[in-house]
């Protein structure tokens, strides 16, 4: 059996009474008066009952006991049925929560399908603001799907914090496997916080269009203001997904510039060394006909000649960058 968080009637602003589920259709049909309702996964008797006080269409019904995968707007008739989804990010892990909102004349129902951030914080909110809870069922249409486009931002500056600490770390050190990782799974997540954000700009451009006795059109302009702040929380999603792009993209041009300069270093030393071991590779021939090896002076010359060589040797490695 599903929970009824609240279920109340609301007229002029300002809450009636709280209602059971079997008297929305009554309030719903008092003239000035509508009916706000909220349920957590709703079973199926449940939703039959709303179905048959409210008259809603059975497709909507159907769709409301499925699952989705994106966020979409119907109508049927003069009610509208939408699907929306809430972000959940606990221990690095991004889920969503599927919510489906009925409204119509004379009532506004919500079918939270999964723990997500409770709508009671919207349900205060409105209850504060009776000047505009006046307008009715509009505004507490406007009022979830800003809520719900609200819950996206905490965890985008989330993302964000994480994918810039990579960032630093990768700047100052070398990039580590697992921090292609972690950026990997951010760029995932980001990627799905687009995918289930970007359909409420549609949604916001079909509710300013529709024409439906329960949106007053003075109410447009607060459903672009929804349309506004998904646009921009898509631009932040993009530019933290490029920004994790290029974090990859600099720590591997880092990581291949470090391992450069130490090939470049390794490399000065065999040739420093490759000096005095071709100059005792001479010597260590054995041959007879090699007057200096009897010279009483040969051997020092010899070191000399080749403290000197890999002193200059050095010096010009050290000159170049390569030591």
Known sequence: MGRIVAAAVYNEGKKV????????????????????????????????????????????????????????????????????????????????????????????????????????????????????????EDFVLYALLDFVTLCYQPIGESIHAEVEEIERTVLSAEMREADIQKLHSLRRDLLRLHRYVSPMVEIGEELQRLDFPFIDKNMRPYFRDVQIHVNRQMEDFNIMRDIASQTIEIGVLLESSRQSLVQRKFAAWAAILAFPTAIAGIYGMNFQNMPELTWHYGYYTVLGVIVVGCGSLYASFKRSGWL
């Open 17 to 136: 009474c709280n209602i059971s589920l079997d008297e929305g259709a009554k309030w719903a049909h008092t003239p000035g008066h509508f009916v706000w309702i909220g349920l957590e996964q709703p079973d199926q008797e449940q939703m039959h009952l709303l179905q048959s006080q409210f008259q809603l269409h059975e497709l909507a019904i159907e769709d409301a006991l499925e699952v989705h995968s994106r966020p979409k707007l119907e109508t049927f008739g003069d009610a509208l049925f939408i699907v929306t989804y809430s972000p959940i990010r606990e221990n690095g892990r991004l889920e969503f929560v599927e919510t489906h909102i009925f409204a119509g004349r004379g009532y506004v129902i919500t079918c939270r399908n999964g723990h997500s951030k409770s709508y009671a914080q919207v349900r205060q909110r409105c209850e504060a603001r009776p000047l505009l809870l006046a307008h009715g």
